[in-house]
């Protein structure tokens, strides 16, 4: 249902307008001045604004040139009684896609706004269109040209056109979904669903529902069957997105699907067969989480028929121009730019920082310097990044050490809830990586929780 706001003072006019919309599905907001308008935009960005020209508080070709700077794909149709036409032609050249006069004709004002709505919706088409085609044709290109992309971009064209199970080991932000899409892509499951499984997302108990199904009435909440990613990927690739968080028995789960071939949505009674393809991603070391035990030594087995191992952007900088060009074609297409490239000393400063985010840091700088920048290239100074490169770790603070009237047992808390508290900020809150870090199993770390009242 696209959204309309009408801005008009007349209150008569204004509920007119709005019950002709309401009667044709659209779902209307009506406003009697330019500020409100205006906020009304910020607020919640409607699909198009019927703006009335004499405004009593503000120039309807003022309020124009606000939407525009607050959302420059809105479609602005102005409606006026007045006759001028040096305004419909100013507000024209400011963007307003067409003029309705006043008194006007029900069915012309409804044509106006259909045309309006789909040529709008064409547009956005075209745009997803463009930029899926050139996604697919410069998928390669992307990743860039240096001999360790080009070293693991042979591994993707050898490992591809077969059902081998794969690894992919990288760094958050190295671009691991990206090559697990590119080996599907490069598959003979390509016209095959591909579906993305983020482990670290799903609760322990939900990790059944999610990749196998359920039935109706299963549990409280089940009010239908849903069908469950494996089963969603059948015939197609599986991805397991950083596959080193599911927990012990999710492991044990998952492993069995993978043995069997098979699945069982929960409440079911039947087995369903599926054939899918594993690509698993972590940014851990597997073989080192297995010799711990905290991977399954069966199920890495199972998975690491094949394993590619991504390179952080710091050690292939001469990618960094190639990845920052696209980065700026892709961020012109999301904001209706047409910025031309990176000056000189944008690159240099590019090429000095250390990319801790690897790829991902490096897009967002660039989307974020496009949507800043409004002449033709990117200078420095719309370049921001932290130039604080590696802090070193603050030591933890032991209060009271050296206070007679702090005991032992007081000054070990605090430092095991120091400890846990970092460990939970380092993993965004994820108590499975957090265990991890801490080198503790994932029960223990609940026990030190709750005897901290961290939970």
């Known amino acids: 249902m696209e959204s309309i706001l009408i801005v008009e003072d007349d209150v008569k006019v204004q509920g007119l307008i709005s019950y002709i919309l309401k009667q044709e599905g659209y779902k209307t907001t009506e406003v009697g001045d330019g500020e409100k308008a205006i906020q009304e935009v910020q607020k919640s960005l409607p699909d198009l604004v019927l703006l009335d020209i004499g405004l009593p508080d503000m120039d309807g070709i003022a309020v124009l040139k606000n939407i525009k ?10 409606v006026s009684g007045y006759k001028s036409i040096d305004q419909v032609v100013q507000a024209m050249k400011l963007g307003a896609y067409d003029y309705v006069s006043k008194p006007f004709n029900n069915e012309e004002l409804l044509l106006v706004i259909k045309k ?13 269109l463009r930029k899926r085609l050139y996604e697919k044709q410069g998928a390669e290109k992307v990743l860039g040209n240096s001999i360790q992309i080009q070293k693991v971009l042979n591994q993707v064209n050898l490992i591809a056109p077969t059902n081998m199970s794969v690894i992919i080991q990288g760094k958050s932000g190295t671009g691991k979904e990206v090559f697990a899409n590119l080996i599907h892509h490069k598959s003979n499951r390509k016209n095959k669903p591909f579906i993305a499984v983020d482990c670290g997302a799903i609760p322990d108990t939900l990790v059944e ?19 469950g990613k494996f089963e969603l990927a059948n015939e197609g690739t599986l991805l397991l997105d950083e596959i080193s968080n599911l927990s012990v028995d999710g492991q044990s789960k998952l492993l069995r699907a993978i043995e069997q071939k098979s699945i069982q949505p929960v409440g079911g009674k039947k087995t369903i067969k599926v054939d899918v393809r594993i690509i698993s991603t972590t940014n851990l070391d597997l073989l080192k989480e297995t010799q711990k035990g905290y991977f399954r030594d069966d199920l890495y087995h199972r998975i690491d028929e094949f394993a590619i191992f991504l390179p952080e952007l710091r050690e292939r900088k001469d990618d960094i121009p190639i990845l920052a060009k696209e980065f700026l074609h892709e961020a012109n297409i999301d904001f209706n730019k047409k910025i031309e490239g990176f000056s000189k ?21 660039v989307k974020r310097a496009v949507l800043l920048t409004e002449i033709n290239e990117i200078l420095p100074q719309s370049l921001y990044l932290d130039i604080n490169e ?14 007679d009237k702090t005991s032992y047992n007081e000054i070990i808390n605090n430092v095991e809830r120091e400890l846990i508290k970092r460990a939970l900020e380092t ?5 499975t990586k957090a265990a991890k870090t801490l080198k503790i199993d994932r029960k223990a770390l609940y026990r030190k929780m709750s005897k ?4």
Request: hydrophobic content about 35%; glycine content about 8%.
């Open 345 to 365: 000393e944008a690159i240099n400063k590019l090429l000095d920082y250390h990319w801790s985010g690897n790829v991902r840091e490096l897009k967002n700088v």
């Open 390 to 403: 590696k802090k070193p770790e603050t030591e933890i603070q032991l209060p009271g050490i050296l206070n």
């Open 69 to 78: 700077e607050i959302k420059r794909d809105v479609i602005v149709i102005i």
């Open 452 to 455: 901290l009242g961290l939970l």
């Open 427 to 431: 993993s965004a809150g994820n108590k």
């Open 209 to 227: 529902s999610e990749l196998f199904g359920y039935e109706k009435g299963a549990f409280t909440g089940a009010d239908t069957n849903k069908k």
């Open 116 to 128: 309006a709505l789909k040529t709008q919706y064409l547009s956005k088409e075209v745009d997803i």
